[in-house]
T-cell receptor, first 106, second 116 residues
């Protein structure tokens, strides 16, 4: 079993839909990262959080340390949100999930 | 917010040549930088940890003589792929820790290497 599990692996939705991507981990962590990787490969750090909730524009990230679970939400999704979203946790070293491929249809 | 840059963003080279990739922290000093590699449709994998002024620590299975890492200053780490081969074609990403003892890690945008 991977130490960082993301779900779903793939997600296709219509423009405007509310999107949730989940991340569960099995190790003790000091922080959790959400990254966005565009088709060209470029990576953008979306959030780094160790507790609670953070919001940036239409993106919201939450983490529950006790349950070892984090969610990334996208409100009013748009085709430009189409990308791979990666969850990574900082433990003894950083461990990446396999990513969730999101495709928003216009 | 903290910014980490990489240069070049993409590079194509012939087999047998060496390629240098730079990772810079633009507005902070990074005592530690990390280098990752990502093959198509796979997760990012840590290659090595680079500490300023000391030798890099390589992960198991990563050839230190092939992937030369230099962290000569607090804002710059370089990864040199020596005698590159087509199997080295990959996406290379760096990240930098902003504050010693704090887990503030910022990722570079990545460099796509294609070896012909």
């Amino acid at each position: 079993k991977n130490e960082v599990e993301q779900s779903p692996q793939n997600l296709t939705a219509q423009e405007g839909e509310f999107i949730t991507i989940n991340c569960s981990y099995s190790v003790g962590i000091s922080a959790l990262h959400w990254l966005q990787q565009h088709p060209g490969g470029g990576i953008v750090s979306l959030f780094m959080l160790s507790s609670g909730k953070k919001k940036h524009g239409r993106l919201i990230a939450t983490i529950n340390i006790q349950e070892k679970h984090s969610s990334l939400h996208i409100t009013a999704s748009h085709p430009r949100d189409s990308a791979v979203y990666i969850c990574a946790v900082s433990s003894a070293k950083i461990i990446f999930g396999k990513g969730t491929r999101l495709h928003i249809l216009p | 917010g903290a910014v980490v840059s990489q240069h070049p963003s993409w590079v194509i080279c012939k087999s047998g040549t060496s390629v240098k990739i730079e990772c810079r922290s633009l507005d902070f000093q990074a005592t530690t930088m990390f280098w990752y590699r990502q093959f198509p449709k796979q997760s990012l994998m840590l290659m090595a940890t680079s500490n300023e002024g000391s030798k890099a620590t390589y992960e198991q299975g990563v050839e230190k003589d092939k992937f030369l890492i230099n962290h000569a200053s607090l804002t710059l780490s370089t990864l040199t792929v020596t005698s590159a081969h087509p199997e080295d074609s990959s996406f290379y990403i760096c990240s930098a820790i902003r504050d010693r003892g704090l887990d503030t890690q910022y990722f570079g945008p990545g460099t796509r290497l294609t070896v012909l």
